[in-house]
């Protein structure tokens, strides 16, 4: 047992802890700034964190976050935007990253994660059923798969590929090349090898 620290600091290092990316270490100095910061501060992180799982909720057709008792997504019944054009995407956050771009006008559906054999994810524990049912409820006709360039991004991909390969609906993936002014002996592999799949006539 800790005799140094109080239990209550130890309590909140061990929570932050769980954080993906936080280290003991880290988590430490997390735990250390909100003590040091004025009460207000940590009462606002802590009101927050237990609002986050009353407050929000899941849109019933994209898988997207919404407010809590909010059925769908406003991205899917915007009349503004393509219901036939779906962008596939891992996670929520993915959509923020398109959305940014003001270049996308359909519309969303998220897996809630990726094919991960090694952290034992499975494509039955992904929204890809209800990706195949949407493509028919809706009538899709282009479905591009906005997954990572990473092993499990690609594989996930062309797992949803096959699971639609029976479907009249275009499938498209994002276009894959190396970022400006990255050196070739930096790039990845995966990365290196859509560059040169993706290459364009000048």
Avoid: W
Wanted: net charge negative.
């Amino acid at each position: 047992m800790n005799k140094v620290l109080p239990s209550a600091l130890l309590e909140l290092i061990e929570a932050l802890s769980v954080l993906p990316g936080v280290g003991p270490r880290t988590a430490e100095r997390y735990a250390y700034y909100l003590l040091r910061s004025d009460e207000g501060s940590a009462k606002r992180v802590a009101t927050s964190l237990t609002k986050l799982h009353d407050n929000i909720d899941y849109c019933q057709k994209t898988f997207a976050l919404v407010p809590q008792g909010q059925k769908y997504s406003q991205l899917y019944t915007d009349p503004s935007r393509d219901k036939q054009l779906v962008a596939v995407v891992a996670d929520p956050f993915d959509i923020v990253s398109i959305e940014n771009t003001n270049e996308f006008s359909g519309t969303y559906h998220v897996l809630g994660g990726l094919v991960s054999p090694i952290d034992d994810i499975g494509p039955d524990q992904l929204k890809i059923t209800e990706l195949i049912d949407r493509v028919k409820s809706d009538r899709v006709k282009e479905v591009i798969l906005a997954t990572n360039a990473s092993v499990e991004g690609e594989s996930t991909a062309l797992y949803i590929q096959q699971q639609l390969a029976g479907l009249k609906v275009k499938l498209t993936r994002l276009a894959r090349g190396l970022p400006i002014g990255v050196d070739l002996e930096y790039a990845d592999q995966i990365t290196l090898g859509r560059a040169l799949e993706g290459r364009t006539i000048l």
